[in-house]
């Protein structure tokens, strides 16, 4: 073998092992971006749940509200 070719193996190992990091580093970023999502998903679930939650109340709040009203028809009137 000559300089040229151990010089020619040399620089395409580099540039292999070159290629494996930046592979790796793209998949780890995926990696947390996926996470990431996940996250958001879980977030946005809970705000979904605080407001299916406060609409089931709107309900008990008119009857509420209502009972109130009529209490108050009855007692200003008497």
Not at 18 to 45: C, F, H, P, T
């Amino acid at each position: 073998m000559n300089k040229f070719t151990v010089g020619c193996l040399g620089v395409g190992a580099v540039v292999v092992v070159l290629v494996i990091v930046v592979a790796l580093w793209l998949s780890g970023r995926y990696n947390g971006m996926v996470a990431a999502k996940q996250e958001v998903d879980a977030q946005w679930a809970e705000v979904q749940n605080q407001y299916q939650r406060r609409a089931d109340l709107i309900p008990n709040l008119v009857q509420t509200v209502a009972g109130a009203a009529n209490f108050e028809k009855s007692v200003w009137w008497k």
